[in-house]
């Protein structure tokens, strides 16, 4: 066995592309196996380290591994002649830059940011669009630090790969809070910053407080969630690392501050609360003041089963966190590997919070985070004879639209919500005039496709 991970510490060990034949547990794997893992990994990102390696795949079920499945690339990720195309590419041994322009040739037919997150969701100051922010709900600000757009892993389905990448066009980064502060205190709407990439979390405590601490004293701000999978890839972030004390005192800081601190924990499945250190992260992190909202996608070969979830939620509620979404996987990347119909999905949610307690039933989904807003699927019910999904918008462009029931006509192949269709003869959606008149706006302004400032690798501590 290697010793670059013979011994387990507390040292974080990433492993990407380029690593693969140094991960000894591969090794009982066939090579072809580890051929399509470089494959696939030529196009989307590949990310691993050495806890999840060690402590969250059971390498006895590999490949039907869930979290090795959540975290290894697959041959299917592709389609059958995007990968017999770079698989040639390889096997020939072709230059570097050809190799990358077939990728950036397959990134750019995979929708790399669905539902408007560049033409609509980058804000304008002082008539410019601003850097690394995103503004989709009139009360919540995303923000993506320049030195948190990585992952301590990254997740197979994840919808935000193009950060990863390097379509370097098609970054959301900023290194300065200044310009979100800025923005912030000219709209007073904006109650919630959400610190988001990428992973926050993946920064030093310093580089953190950085981003942090201007927040403090703007008074309008009465929550900041931080958006991380660290607790379940990297729980010793909070309880072994050199800098936990400090990181723990910046969340006191927050709380003392008057502000709700709320983590946006992703768990897509409950291996990753199962172990030791991560029980010891949650309640540390709560112990700070801060609460835990947990949140992931139904993934197909991952978590698609109701037992998955009642059992997730169940621990979740156990450990003192608050089970918060079960979303849709998106219209992005490698969708036709992971997504589920979502007559399929609404069964697997209604299944498993049918069986899980009050406490539990804070969840919501499943939800779709589309153009319009987020979507979630309320039932499948039959009216005037015929099938329909019953749909409402629990957050959108416009606040009007929240809370409104709708329907669509019932298909039972479809996977987002853009293959719906309004039911009952109408001939679109209520919300429809409403978002075209917002996209013409946005146009007007000159906004569309803003090029962004690229991310500096160098600076991720």
Same mark, same amino acid.
């Given at each position: 066995?290697?010793?670059?991970?013979?011994?387990?510490?507390?040292?974080?060990?990433?492993f990407?592309r380029?690593d693969i034949d140094d991960?000894?547990?591969?090794?009982a794997?066939?090579a072809s196996e580890?051929?399509?893992?470089?494959?696939?990994?030529?196009?989307?990102p590949?990310?691993v380290?050495?806890?999840?390696?060690?402590?969250?795949?059971?390498?006895?079920?590999v490949?039907d591994?869930?979290?090795?499945?959540?975290t290894f690339p697959?041959? *299917?990720?592709?389609?059958?002649?995007?990968?017999?195309?770079?698989?040639?590419?390889?096997r020939?041994?072709?230059?570097?830059?050809?190799?990358?322009a077939?990728?950036r040739d397959?990134?750019h037919r995979l929708n790399?940011?669905?539902?408007?997150?560049l033409?609509?969701?980058?804000?304008?100051?002082?008539?410019r669009?601003?850097a690394?922010?995103?503004?989709?709900?009139?009360?919540?600000v995303?923000?993506?630090?320049?030195?948190?757009q990585t992952?301590?892993?990254?997740?197979?389905?994840?919808?935000r790969?193009?950060?990863f990448?390097?379509l370097?066009?098609?970054?959301f980064a900023?290194?300065e809070?200044?310009?979100l502060?800025?923005?912030?205190?000219?709209?007073?709407s904006?109650t919630?910053?959400?610190?988001?990439?990428? *992973?926050?979390?993946?920064?030093?405590?310093?580089l953190l407080r950085r981003?942090?601490?201007?927040l403090?004293a703007?008074?309008q701000?009465a929550?900041?969630r931080?958006g991380?999978?660290?607790?379940?890839?990297?729980?010793?972030?909070f309880?072994?690392?050199?800098d936990a004390?400090?990181?723990?005192?910046?969340?006191?800081?927050?709380?003392?501050a008057?502000?709700?601190?709320?983590?946006?924990?992703h768990?897509?499945h409950?291996r990753?609360?199962d172990?030791?250190m991560a029980?010891?992260?949650?309640?540390?992190?709560?112990?700070?003041g801060?609460?835990v909202?947990?949140q992931?996608p139904?993934?197909?070969h991952?978590n698609?089963d109701?037992?998955?979830?009642?059992?997730?939620?169940?621990r979740?509620?156990?450990l003192g966190a608050i089970p918060y979404y079960?979303?849709v996987e998106r219209?992005?990347?490698?969708?036709h590997?992971?997504?589920?119909?979502?007559?399929?999905?609404?069964?697997?949610?209604?299944?498993?919070?049918?069986?899980?307690?009050g406490?539990a039933?804070?969840?919501?989904?499943?939800?779709?985070?589309?153009l319009?807003?987020?979507?979630?699927v309320?039932?499948?019910p039959?009216?005037?004879g015929?099938r329909v999904?019953?749909?409402?918008?629990?957050?959108a462009?416009?606040?009007?639209?929240?809370g409104?029931?709708?329907?669509?006509?019932?298909?039972?192949?479809?996977?987002?919500f853009d293959?719906?269709?309004?039911a009952?003869?109408?001939?679109?959606?209520?919300?429809?005039?409403?978002?075209e008149?917002?996209?013409?706006?946005r146009?007007?302004?000159?906004?569309?496709?803003?090029?962004?400032?690229?991310?500096d690798?160098?600076?991720?501590?």
């Open positions: 066995m290697s010793d670059k991970i013979a011994v387990r510490t507390n040292k974080l060990r990433v990407q380029k991960i000894p547990q591969l090794a794997l066939p580890r051929e399509a893992m470089k494959v696939v990994a030529a196009v989307l590949f990310r380290n050495s806890y999840v390696i060690d402590e969250l795949i059971d390498w006895s079920r490949p591994d869930p979290m090795y499945r959540l697959h041959r *299917d990720m592709l389609g059958a002649d995007d990968y017999r195309r770079v698989e040639r590419l390889l020939e041994n072709a230059p570097s830059d050809v190799v990358a077939a990728a397959i990134q790399p940011h669905p539902a408007g997150q033409e609509l969701n980058v804000p304008l100051l002082d008539g669009p601003v690394g922010i995103q503004h989709k709900y009139p009360e919540t995303l923000f993506f630090p320049t030195q948190g992952c301590h892993a990254y997740c197979t389905y994840c919808f790969w193009p950060q990448v390097g370097d066009d098609m970054k900023s290194k809070a200044s310009d502060v800025r923005y912030v205190e000219a709209h007073p904006v919630s910053v959400l610190l988001t990439g990428g *992973d926050p979390l993946v920064m030093r405590t310093a981003y942090i601490e201007p403090l703007v008074p701000i929550s900041i931080l991380t999978k660290s607790m379940a890839y990297w729980p010793a972030r309880v072994e690392d050199s004390e400090d990181l723990l005192r910046l969340f006191e800081e927050v709380v003392a008057g502000k709700n601190l709320a983590f946006m924990a768990y897509s409950p990753e609360l172990t030791p029980e010891r992260a949650i309640a540390r992190v709560l112990a700070t801060a609460t909202r947990c992931a139904l993934i197909r991952v698609d109701a037992k998955v979830w009642e059992t997730m939620w169940r979740q509620v156990r079960m979303f219209d992005t990347g490698a969708r590997y992971f997504e589920v119909p979502l007559v399929q999905a609404y069964s697997i949610f209604r299944d498993a919070y049918a069986r899980v307690s406490l039933r804070t969840v919501r989904g499943p939800s779709m985070s589309a319009p807003g987020k979507v979630v309320d039932g499948v039959e009216i005037l015929r999904f019953a749909l409402r918008f629990l957050q462009r416009d606040p009007a639209w929240v409104r029931p709708f329907f669509a006509n019932y298909d039972p192949q479809a996977t987002w293959a719906l269709r309004p009952f003869g109408e001939s679109s959606f209520f919300f429809e005039p409403g978002l008149r917002m996209k013409r706006a146009r007007v302004n000159g906004a569309s496709k803003p090029r962004l400032p690229l991310l690798d160098a600076a991720v501590a």
